[in-house]
T-cell receptor
Framework: DGGITQSPKYLFRKEGQNVTLSCEQNLNHDAMYWYRQDPGQGLRLIYYSQIVNDFQKGDIAEGYSVSREKKESFPLTVTSAQKNPTAFYLC???????????????FGPGTRLLVL | AQSVTQLDSHVSVSEGTPVLLRCNYSSSYSPSLFWYVQHPNKGLQLLLKYTSAATLVKGINGFEAEFKKSETSFHLTKPSAHMSDAAEYFCVVSDLNRADMRFGAGTRLTVKP
């Protein structure tokens, strides 16, 4: 059963704490992405990775970090430097097609992060 | 750089009446355009996409969108709304060979009985 999984569904962060959101895909997709969604706003790109061991900053990377040690995994760490982390976080993946560029992005179910 | 504007933050229709969700885009190159739907507390599901083939694109659940280059628009339509269509809809633009996509702010569709 192919798809993208995100865990946990809900995550609580204490002041000054780092937390890590998991994203796993078994679609054999090359590229993976992290987005943040705030109420009444569209998705904003945090980080993306086009290939293993490489990743690029998106529009709002400050206060976040990522790693891409395996093709199927792209965890996101929300650090204590992120002062307003409460949001819905969405992970996505896509194929990198040589002749057609980047294909459709497929999304996981999301993780809601709340600050205690 | 590419960008997208969804012209209505909220659209309300009665069940059985047509749906029109408006989207205008800006892109330096030949764009790929998408519509996604999001139900509350869920991830995004692809409705349809345009990638320089036919300008009228048919998607799932009876939705379709027409690419109009002269108007830089990609409006989403459905002839007859169903209660289950109530959700948030996002218009998205992506330039060829770019990994990142640009999302509109979203349009919340309400369907009244």
């Amino acid at each position: 059963d192919g798809g993208i999984t995100q865990s946990p569904k809900y995550l609580f962060r204490k002041e000054g704490q780092n937390v890590t959101l998991s994203c796993e895909q078994n679609l054999n997709h090359d590229a993976m992405y992290w987005y943040r969604q705030d109420p009444g706003q569209g998705l904003r790109l945090i980080y993306y990775s086009q290939i293993v061991n490489d990743f690029q900053k998106g529009d709002i990377a400050e206060g976040y970090s990522v790693s891409r040690e395996k093709k199927e995994s792209f965890p996101l760490t929300v650090t204590s430097a992120q002062k307003n982390p409460t949001a819905f976080y969405l992970c996505a993946s896509s194929i990198d097609s040589v002749d057609r560029g980047y294909e459709t992005q497929y999304f996981g179910p999301g993780t809601r992060l709340l600050v205690l | 750089a590419q960008s997208v504007t969804q012209l209505d933050s909220h659209v309300s229709v009665s069940e059985g009446t047509p749906v029109l969700l408006r989207c205008n885009y800006s892109s330096s190159y030949s764009p790929s355009l998408f519509w996604y739907v999001q139900h509350p507390n869920k991830g995004l599901q692809l409705l349809l996409k345009y990638t320089s083939a036919a300008t009228l694109v048919k998607g799932i659940n009876g939705f379709e969108a027409e690419f109009k280059k002269s108007e830089t628009s990609f409006h989403l339509t459905k002839p007859s709304a169903h209660m289950s269509d109530a959700a948030e809809y996002f218009c998205v633009v992506s330039d060829l060979n770019r990994a990142d996509m640009r999302f509109g702010a979203g349009t919340r569709l309400t369907v009244k009985p």
